[in-house]
């Protein structure tokens, strides 16, 4: 692991501090996860947004949704 220095506003330390206390999770573990939960919500948004690129250069065929529609596996319980 690196160490990394950054720089937060008091309020939020002391929220940190607050909810990470109790769990017994240090500053790090948390901000550790909040960039990974920031990272893999970037990640959904990129995709999102360049599937909505795609989409808009070539637009589906909506005649074309029967055939999807058959290759489908329906089960029935």
């Known amino acids: 692991m690196k160490n990394v220095q950054i720089t937060i506003d008091e309020e939020t330390l002391k929220q940190v501090d607050q909810v990470g206390k109790p769990l017994g999770l240090k500053r ?3 901000v550790r996860q909040a ?9 959904v948004t990129t995709f999102e947004r360049e599937w909505i690129n795609a989409l808009e250069r070539k637009p589906d065929e909506g005649d074309r949704a029967e055939d999807w529609i058959t290759l489908q596996a329906w089960t029935r319980k």
């Open 28 to 30: 790090s573990e948390i």
């Open 35 to 43: 960039l990974r939960e920031w990272l893999r919500r970037h990640a």
